[in-house]
Structure formats: C-alpha cells, structure tokens
C-alpha cells in the first residue's frame, strides 16, 4: 500500500537539509511498491525523482513539482563470494557486511553516505575505489515502459561519476557484485582509517551534499588549459576542482548561510538555515571565476533539482581570460 503525502519538505530528506516541499512523496521498502509507484507517476503524467539517502542532491527552496520516490529498499544476499543488493541498501552497511563476511572490494567506500542505487547512479568512490570495481550486473526497471531488465558491467557505461543511469534515467533495483576475498579483520582496519581520515573533511553532524564540483581528469584537458596549471597539482590523473576554486579565493567565503570550508574549497557547507539560492549562488560565482581563469568549466558532481543547470550557464561566459 503507497503512502503518498503532499507538500513534503524536501529538506527533512537531504544532508544538505535543504530543499521545498515536493508536490507530493512516498517511501517504499519493496521492490514491487517502488516498480508500482513508477507505474503511478508514468500513468498519471506527473514528473518523478527516485532518490536514496538524499546526499547528493542540491533542491530549490520553491516547491517541487514532482513526485519524490524515496528507495529503502534493503537487502544483502550471499552465495560464496557473490552478493545481490537491493538499491535501497545503505552503502555504509554493504561496506561493513562485506568486511564481516571476509570479502575484499567495497571496504573503502566506507563513509560515504547514501544508498546503493545512488551510488551506481554516480558511480560513487573513494581511495581509489569505486562502486563499480566488483560489480557483475544491474537489474534495472526502464519507466517508460516497465521492463525490467539485466545489464551487464560493460553495459552500464561506468566512468568517473558517470554511468548509463545519469543518461537514460532507468531506475536501478538490484545489484550483483563478485568481490575478492579477503580477512576481515585487514578490511576493518582499512575501513577505519578512512573512516577516520573522512572525519577531519566531514565532521559528524556536517550539512553538506558531499564534494560539489567533479574533479578533472587531466589527460582529457587541453594542452593550453594543462600548461596554466602547476604540477604538483594533478594528482592521481584527476586535477581536483577544489585546487582551483582555491586558487580563485573560495576558500571561506559565505553568502547567507552557506559556507565554503576554509579548509576545502570544493565544500559548501549550510550552517544553519542555508537556502539553496545562496548555495546556487556562491557556487556560480567561484564556477565563473575558474572559467575565467583557465578556461575550465566545472561540472557539479551534486544532482541539482528544479534549478537551472550551472554548467549552460557557464557556457555562455566569455572564454578563458588568460
Ligand atoms: C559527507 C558526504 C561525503 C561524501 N563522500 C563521497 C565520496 O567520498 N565519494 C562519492 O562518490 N560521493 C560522496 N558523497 C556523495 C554521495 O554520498 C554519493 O554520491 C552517494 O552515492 C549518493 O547516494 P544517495 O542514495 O544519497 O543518492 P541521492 O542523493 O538520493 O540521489 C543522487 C542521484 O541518484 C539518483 N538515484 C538514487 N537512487 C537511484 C536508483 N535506485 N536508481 C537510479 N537512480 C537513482 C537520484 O535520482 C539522484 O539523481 C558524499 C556525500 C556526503 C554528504
């Protein structure tokens, strides 16, 4: 039986703990409520978002014309080194069920909040690890027409913060991962380091969607663009956008109550009652001076919802400035 409320303050649902209320929302915690209130969205024309733990998103402050589906759909599943999840499943404990059967591959995602399906979604990572490292196949649900289907890895077009999901908006239901095997007692420690080093960049009781802005992948970026910018700043391949929102002063900066740490440029954090206005806002601005700068234009890594897309703005900005 659906649960549909109307009016449902975005905000109680995002980390950033900003958001309007959505013209109407429902949770579901199985997989045929969630196929059937797709089916409900698709049969009554009203637009729809699946989302998972909310830690990724940037929500309007105006109301969101929309039916929100939140996914708790949980459940882990093992036969010998093989796990099927359901998307719903917080990342968290995937992580640690992983680490306490004795199987290597996913404990370095510890820490990141959210949910399964949002983290295939953006293909999520950490440490050099990624969602999509051990994973097999995708059931997905195509809400169009509602075929469920099966994807294959190669299928599901993983790049850095990318897959297939962000292109064709097909919801993922299940996941299938085939991990390394591993001691259990290695992975907990492993995990707990990063967990540990995560705390220093997000401390408990942060508001934050998260890194805003993806990094760059530095072989992709033109030779003229890579000639302005030094070195020792491109690390592992990627240059972090947060080394050039810093070498254009972001750092610190604050519109109402949305802050960029002063000890990461690529993490506005809402310190109160934060509007998503400012935080659009703030972001724009330092997008625009990176632009002007090098020439650059930063993607945001964070969903934005019912707001203007950054990036088509940018585009239409004079180009590199020298
Ligand atoms: C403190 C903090 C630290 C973070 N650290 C990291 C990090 O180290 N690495 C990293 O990659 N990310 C990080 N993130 C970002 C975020 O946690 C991840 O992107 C996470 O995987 C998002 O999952 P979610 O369930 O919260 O997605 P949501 O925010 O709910 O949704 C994000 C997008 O995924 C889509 N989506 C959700 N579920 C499904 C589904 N079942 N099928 C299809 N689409 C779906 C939504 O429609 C939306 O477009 C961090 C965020 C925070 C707040």
């Given at each position: 039986m659906l649960n549909f409320q109307n009016n449902y303050p975005l905000s109680q649902i995002t980390t950033l703990q900003i958001g309007g209320p959505a013209r109407q929302f429902v949770a579901v915690t199985t997989q045929q409520d969630l196929i059937e209130a797709i089916k409900y969205a698709h049969q009554n024309s009203l637009p729809f978002l699946v989302i998972g733990g909310g830690s990724n998103l940037l929500v309007s402050d105006e109301p969101v014309n929309k039916l929100i589906i939140k996914n708790e759909v949980e459940g882990i599943t093992k036969v010998v080194r093989f796990l099927t999840v359901k998307s719903g499943a917080?990342?968290?404990?995937?992580?640690?069920?992983?680490?306490?059967?004795n199987l290597s591959g996913l404990q370095k995602l510890s820490g990141i909040p959210g949910t399964l399906g949002g983290a295939i979604f953006g293909n999520a990572g950490a440490y050099g690890q990624t969602i999509s490292d051990y994973l097999r196949e995708v059931i997905c649900v195509k809400p169009q027409t509602g075929e469920v289907i099966t994807l294959q890895k190669d299928e599901c077009e993983f790049d850095y913060r990318y897959s297939i999901f962000k292109k064709n908006g097909w919801i993922v239901l299940e996941v299938i991962f085939k991990l390394d095997l591993g001691k259990s007692k290695d992975l907990r420690k492993e995990a707990d380091e990063i967990l540990e080093k995560r705390l220093i960049k997000?401390?408990?009781?942060?508001?934050?969607?998260?890194?805003?802005?993806?990094?760059?992948?530095?072989?992709?970026?033109?030779?003229?663009?890579?000639?302005?910018?030094?070195?020792?700043?491109?690390?592992?391949?990627?240059?972090?956008?947060?080394?050039?929102?810093?070498?254009?002063?972001?750092?610190?900066?604050?519109?109402?109550?949305?802050?960029?740490?002063?000890y990461h440029a690529n993490l506005f954090i809402n310190k109160g009652e934060g509007k998503a206005s400012d935080f659009y806002t703030l972001a724009k601005k330092y997008a625009h001076k990176v632009k002007q700068k090098f020439g650059i234009t930063l993607e945001p890594e964070v969903q934005l919802i019912n707001l203007p897309p950054l990036v088509h703005k940018l585009n239409h900005l004079p180009d590199a400035a020298g």
């Open positions: 917080k990342l968290q404990h995937l992580a640690d069920y992983s680490i306490a059967n997000y401390p408990k009781g942060i508001k934050c969607p998260g890194s805003f802005f993806k990094n760059l992948v530095a072989e992709k970026l033109p030779k003229e663009i890579l000639k302005k910018i030094p070195q020792e700043k491109i690390v592992y391949g990627k240059l972090p956008a947060g080394s050039l929102l810093e070498m254009v002063g972001a750092k610190g900066d604050k519109l109402g109550e949305i802050e960029i740490a002063p």
